[in-house]
């Protein structure tokens, strides 16, 4: 007998089921982009650290400038000028005195703001004339304005992106603590299967779940490691289980897991530890077990690519960031459907979607996967859910779409 869950309730079981408690190892900053901070950074220093001009401009005391204009400039004498690079302690700013300083630059003392070139004239005779009054702190970022010791700058569980990285840079941060990557055991079952360098046969096919889910487990942050193809055989699958339950964190079975005769991988899973679902109430992707041996997930996931390529997106990714910790949002983005869908089943109903852009509105495409082949979803940019309990959607629906 299935125990057919709903998509919601099979994360509820992800979240309930599994605690995961892997040791956490410290990277390098330049190989930290895509990897899940395990603690949060807290920064030890101020970001900028000194006071610095935002503008190219005259630094002065905005005092000076209250009441002038166009055409009642404050006059100022120059008093020099702060070079990049330079503290600009060398000057000191009284009244009605000023220095120029360039974006980035050092504000010297005396001066709480800094009025844009624009607005002042140069005499050319050691003195200018500022035309725009400036408010005190006007035009300047002060010490620790962005970050400041003690500040959390990255949260735990972030996954880590380019500008993080550059904001680690910045803080003289060059090695961060993240979790380590899962690894994840991939076994694919099925009498007809043929390695990929094969031509196969009529009634053969190249077995495309190892590949896909491979590179998946990566794009999630995890390694994958390959069992191969094992045939329709309980001695064979049994043993390729224990050997990946023995080695991975995780073990995804591809094949075999509906319920004939044949399929032999909820019996399996079930011998070495318990099965926590068996049926999704999706499609496509309907025949997927999960189990938990050794306190490990095991996935027996539907053989049919398009199916097992929506049921790893969906759950197996899910399971990687509780692994993970990772706490960052999925990416997703809303669109307008081109075209009617029909959708009546009772089931959550899963289609990829290519994006593009007209008169500035995010036009979504459905892929229709009649044929139900990978090849079809090759080329896509993310996917959609219709609900069980919709009937369908009208052209030109607003809908959110979870991006690759
Ligand atoms: P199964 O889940 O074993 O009943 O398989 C369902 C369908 O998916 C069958 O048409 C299989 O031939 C196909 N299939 C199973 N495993 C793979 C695989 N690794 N690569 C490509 N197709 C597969
Ligand atoms: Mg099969």
Same mark, same amino acid.
């Given at each position: 007998?299935?125990?057919?869950?709903?998509?919601?309730?099979?994360?509820?079981?992800?979240?309930?089921?599994?605690?995961?408690?892997?040791?956490?190892?410290?990277?390098?900053?330049?190989?930290?982009?895509?990897?899940?901070?395990?603690?949060?950074?807290?920064?030890?220093?101020?970001?900028?650290?000194?006071?610095?001009?935002?503008?190219?401009?005259?630094?002065?005391?905005?005092?000076?400038?209250?009441?002038?204009?166009?055409?009642?400039?404050?006059?100022?004498?120059?008093?020099?000028?702060?070079?990049?690079?330079?503290?600009?302690?060398?000057?000191?700013?009284?009244?009605?005195?000023?220095?120029?300083?360039?974006?980035?630059?050092?504000?010297?003392? %005396? /001066?709480? @703001?800094?009025?844009? #070139?624009?607005? *002042?004239?140069?005499?050319?005779?050691?003195? +200018? !004339? $500022?035309?725009?009054?400036?408010?005190?702190?006007?035009?300047?970022?002060?010490?620790?304005?962005?970050?400041?010791?003690?500040?959390?700058?990255?949260?735990?569980?972030?996954?880590?992106?380019?500008?993080?990285? %550059? /904001?680690? @840079?910045?803080?003289? #941060?060059?090695? *961060?603590?993240?979790?380590?990557?899962?690894? +994840? !055991? $991939?076994?694919?079952?099925?009498?007809?299967?043929?390695?990929?360098?094969?031509?196969?046969?009529?009634?053969?096919?190249?077995?495309?779940?190892?590949?896909?889910?491979?590179?998946?487990?990566?794009?999630?942050? %995890?390694?994958?490691?390959?069992?191969? #193809?094992?045939?329709?055989?309980?001695?064979?699958?049994?043993?390729?289980?224990?050997?990946?339950?023995?080695?991975?964190?995780?073990?995804?079975?591809?094949?075999?897991?509906?319920?004939?005769?044949?399929?032999?991988?909820?019996?399996?899973?079930?011998?070495?530890?318990?099965?926590?679902?068996?049926?999704?109430?999706?499609?496509?992707?309907?025949?997927?077990?999960?189990?938990?041996?050794?306190?490990?997930?095991?996935?027996?996931?539907?053989?049919?690519?398009?199916?097992?390529?929506?049921?790893?997106?969906?759950?197996?990714?899910?399971?990687?960031?509780?692994?993970?910790?990772?706490?960052?949002?999925?990416?997703?983005?809303?669109?307008?459907?081109?075209?009617?869908?029909?959708?009546?089943?009772?089931?959550?109903?899963?289609?990829?979607?290519?994006?593009?852009?007209?008169?500035?509105?995010?036009?979504?495409?459905?892929?229709?996967?009649?044929?139900?082949?990978?090849?079809?979803?090759?080329?896509?940019?993310?996917?959609?859910?219709?609900?069980?309990?919709?009937?369908?959607?009208?052209?030109?629906?607003?809908?959110?779409?979870?991006?690759?």
């Amino acid at each position: 007998m299935l125990s057919v869950k709903t998509p919601e309730e099979v994360l509820e079981i992800i979240n309930k089921e599994f605690d995961f408690s892997m040791q956490p190892e410290e990277v390098s900053i330049f190989e930290a982009s895509g990897r899940v901070l395990a603690e949060p950074v807290i920064s030890e220093e101020n970001v900028p650290t000194f006071n610095r001009s935002t503008v190219d401009g005259y630094a002065l005391a905005a005092s000076d400038t209250f009441g002038c204009s166009d055409s009642i400039p404050a006059l100022m004498n120059v008093k020099g000028q702060v070079l990049m690079g330079e503290d600009g302690a060398d000057i000191r700013l009284g009244i009605g005195e000023c220095a120029y300083v360039p974006t980035g630059g050092a504000i010297p003392e %005396g /001066a709480d @703001a800094v009025v844009m #070139i624009e607005y *002042v004239e140069d005499y050319k005779d050691g003195t +200018v !004339g $500022i035309q725009k009054p400036i408010a005190p702190g006007g035009n300047i970022i002060f010490k620790g304005d962005d970050v400041f010791p003690g500040k959390e700058v990255l949260p735990k569980g972030r996954l880590l992106n380019s500008a993080d990285i %550059g /904001a680690l @840079a910045a803080l003289g #941060i060059l090695k *961060v603590t993240v979790s380590p990557r899962p690894l +994840v !055991g $991939i076994i694919s079952t099925g009498d007809e299967l043929v390695d990929i360098d094969e031509t196969p046969k009529d009634g053969q096919i190249r077995d495309v779940n190892s590949a896909m889910l491979s590179a998946f487990i990566q794009e999630a942050g %995890g390694s994958a490691r390959m069992y191969g #193809i094992v045939q329709d055989d309980e001695a064979i699958l049994r043993a390729a289980l224990e050997k990946a339950l023995d080695e991975c964190d995780m073990v995804l079975i591809s094949g075999g897991s509906s319920v004939g005769t044949k399929d032999a991988t909820c019996r399996i899973i079930e011998e070495k530890g318990e099965i926590l679902l068996h049926g999704i109430a999706m499609k496509p992707g309907k025949p997927t077990i999960l189990g938990k041996a050794d306190g490990k997930p095991v996935f027996g996931l539907p053989g049919h690519p398009v199916a097992a390529f929506f049921v790893s997106r969906l759950f197996v990714s899910a399971m990687l960031r509780k692994m993970l910790g990772q706490t960052s949002a999925l990416r997703t983005v809303s669109a307008q459907i081109s075209e009617a869908v029909s959708a009546n089943h009772g089931r959550a109903q899963y289609m990829g979607v290519t994006l593009s852009e007209k008169e500035g509105r995010t036009i979504a495409s459905p892929v229709h996967t009649k044929s139900g082949l990978i090849t079809s979803l090759a080329g896509t940019d993310g996917f959609f859910c219709i609900d069980r309990d919709c009937e369908g959607l009208s052209a030109g629906s607003e809908i959110q779409i979870i991006t690759f």
